[in-house]
């Protein structure tokens, strides 16, 4: 019979029986995942560290600013405070302004009467007598000049104040241009200057006020011609443009340079102009212009290449709809609407005008 051999002991003393590769290799596994483990958690630490650090940072210096906003907003709310006051005292005492001007255009017109009415005698008495025929031309011509000044006095406290009014009517804007051509002949005459028409066979009509809308475009016109030299050319164009009517008042005179036009309709604003002030005016012309226009819904623009190179202001204007057709043909036909009639006749112009007077 054989014999089964005993297994072999490890030596008494030698200590724990050795660890088998398999389980080596899994403990080494095990330290790495934790050294892995460690040095990322670690990271994390360390990253949120420095996050902590620049927040904390960046805590410290708004804390710091806090202080400075405040004082920085302290002084805006004085400033605000300050310049509502600034502009509430400008505007007292451009109230007062304009009632000074208004009460002195009133004063300025008393004495013109009766000096009117004297130079008018002189003239009548002059007869044949050359030395007082020169006298009633000055003393017109210096009132004349007088009167305008007084009107824009008038017409400054008004813009200023909002007191402009308008009655509105359905017009045709041929009238107002008739208008304005009549109030400009005598100047445009005495400078030797040529005026040309270009207005439509058919009339533009807008509801409007037709004293108002003259006095905007007669003021244009003389405008024109203060700042156009002797025997220069001034035109007025009329025209429909969309919904709007135009009308646009050229000149080949001093022009307005690229600086001066975005303040060009400001109250009291006017171009460079020679230093004995022949014309007169006070730069109101163009402010009331404006302020018409704007009544009426309108506006106004200015175009002009520079100095020396004319200028075109142009107004529009929003053309009034055509008036309801009555139901009967007869009552259609009969209709009393002057502006939707023909045209007046160009008889109806001033002779020199008459004959450049063109339909477009």
Known sequence: MMHKEAPIEPPIGAGAPARSTTELTDWQTFRQL???QLRRTIGDLLHM???HNALKERHDTYAKLVPRLQAANEQLVLAIFGARDMQQAAE???????EFFAMLAHELRNPLHPIIMA???IGELAGHRPDLTILHDIIERQVALLVRLVDDLMDASRVRMDKITIARSRLSLR???QGAVEIGQPLLTERGQQLSLDLPAEPLCVD???DRLTQALSNLLLNASKFTPQHGHIAIRARAEGSNAVVTVSDDGAGIAPELQPQIFDLFTQGPRP???ALGGLGIGLSLVRRIAELHGGSVRVYSEGSGKGSAFSVYLPLAPPPAVAAAPLAASATSDACWQLP???????TPLREQSRPA
């Open 175 to 177: 009238d107002a241009i």
């Open 275 to 277: 230093l004995h002030r």
């Open 92 to 98: 007292a005492v451009n109230r007062q302004q304009m």
């Open 344 to 350: 007046r006749a160009a008889g109806l112009l001033p």
């Open 34 to 36: 934790e050294v892995r």
């Open 119 to 121: 130079n008018h005698l």
């Open 49 to 51: 560290t420095e996050k």
């Open 208 to 210: 409007g006020d037709l």
